[in-house]
């Protein structure tokens, strides 16, 4: 199966692109470097020809100043859509987030622009897979809710359920290879709170910065409303487990991959 993963060198996509061709499938990066532009559309017909199944597991950025991270993935969403159509692509299979349908999370653009993406896919007329994860452990380590300084690190106060990144790779690729398309929704095993989350993982590498709690950018952050909704698929590892796993790796938190 000839698949192409967008955003193929990001923090997902890179894991969706190995463990494609790990599997034997000849597997097509599309990225920037490429010559590929999501936002504006692009190269995106010629990089999708003669492709079976489309991964987006991209993050769009706005180009500059002039327009918004909500416009940068409405567009992209668009673009995709649109290109995989005239591409003639089988299926798209899009990762979203968990919970964004929520009208707790109305006035937080980033949610609405992934609802525009999600609702551009389905209306194209391809199949379509929407997988929707819980947010990732990575998030504790490289994420706009958290913000390493040299003498401290402030944390959001978000209550996740978080997930693997390796994890959703795994389904990303099952469901882009599975017969008929199907929606999923996956979360880990354990609740906690993102400032615990980042107080542990310090802990378990021996850094000593105090971990500050500051209130996240809207309530429902806090309040439990990101949590695995019923009927999510509940994937390993735990959070022991995974601090375990990045303790060995050496990962080093707030530095770049």
Do not use: C
Not at 195 to 212: F, G, K, N, S
């Amino acid at each position: 199966m000839r698949i192409a993963v967008v955003g193929g060198t990001g923090t997902a996509g890179a894991r969706v692109a190995a463990l494609a061709d790990e599997q034997g499938h000849d597997v097509v990066v599309l990225t920037r470097s490429a010559g590929v532009n999501l936002v504006t559309g692009e190269g995106l017909v010629d990089a999708l020809d003669g492709v079976d199944v489309a991964i987006d597991a991209s993050s769009p950025a706005p180009p500059d100043e002039s327009m918004s991270r909500f416009d940068a993935v409405v567009r992209s969403g668009r673009n995709l859509a649109d290109a995989s159509v005239e591409a003639e692509v089988r299926r798209l299979v899009l990762l979203s987030i968990a919970n964004i349908e929520k009208p707790e999370f109305d006035a937080f653009s980033y949610y609405v622009a992934k609802r525009d993406q999600e609702d551009a896919a389905r209306d194209s007329g391809l199949e379509v897979s929407v997988v929707r994860s819980a947010q990732w452990f990575e998030f504790a380590e490289r994420s706009s809710a958290v913000d390493y300084a040299e003498d401290r690190v402030t944390v959001q106060d978000w209550y996740v359920q978080p997930i693997a990144v390796t994890s959703v790779a795994e389904v990303l690729v099952r469901e882009a290879t599975r017969r008929k398309a199907r929606d999923a929704t996956v979360a880990g095993p354990e609740a906690v709170r993102l400032p615990e989350l980042v107080r542990r993982l310090l802990r378990a590498q021996h850094d000593p910065r105090p971990v500050v709690t500051v209130d996240a950018p809207l309530p429902a952050f806090a309040s439990g409303a990101l949590l695995a909704p019923a009927g999510a698929e509940i994937l390993g590892p735990g959070v022991g487990a995974w601090i375990a796993d990045r303790t060995r790796a050496g990962a080093q938190p707030g530095a770049a991959e």
